[in-house]
């Protein structure tokens, strides 16, 4: 079980960290990652860290504002979101996969439930 959480309103240029615990079953071989969808727009990738969370991945627009990492010993992955923007406003889902490219292409073992994310103007 993957649960998100940190979710909330933030203003414009303001930061969150969200959060992903496993529990349940060991994931620390695997990558860890995070998708968002907004109403009426597809889900997509937003960054993804591979088990020793030497390998990253970022989407373009998120890149050099959200930082991915984790924490084996306790099976979370933070996601520190700065310089937020309206359109960062989503829900956040967490996800577990193979590696950070399986993330990357969607190859999605887990599902965690979503956090919502909300960027005032």
């Known amino acids: 079980q993957l649960q998100a959480s940190g979710g909330g309103l933030v203003q414009a240029g303001g930061s969150l960290r969200l959060s992903c615990a496993a529990s349940?079953?060991?994931?620390?071989?695997?990558?860890m990652g995070w998708f968002r969808q907004s109403l009426g727009k597809e889900r997509e990738f937003v960054a993804a860290i591979g088990w020793r969370g030497r390998t990253t991945s970022y989407a373009d627009s998120v890149r050099g504002r959200f930082t991915l990492s984790r924490d084996n010993a306790k099976n979370t992955a933070y996601l520190q979101m700065n310089s937020l923007k309206p359109e960062d406003s989503a829900v956040y889902l967490c996800?577990?996969?193979?590696?950070?490219?399986?993330?990357?292409?969607?190859?999605?073992?887990?599902w965690g439930q979503g956090t919502l994310v909300t960027v005032s103007s």
């Open positions: 349940g079953r060991t994931y620390d071989t695997g990558a």
């Open positions: 996800a577990y996969g193979h590696n950070t490219k399986s993330l990357l292409n969607r190859a999605v073992n887990y």
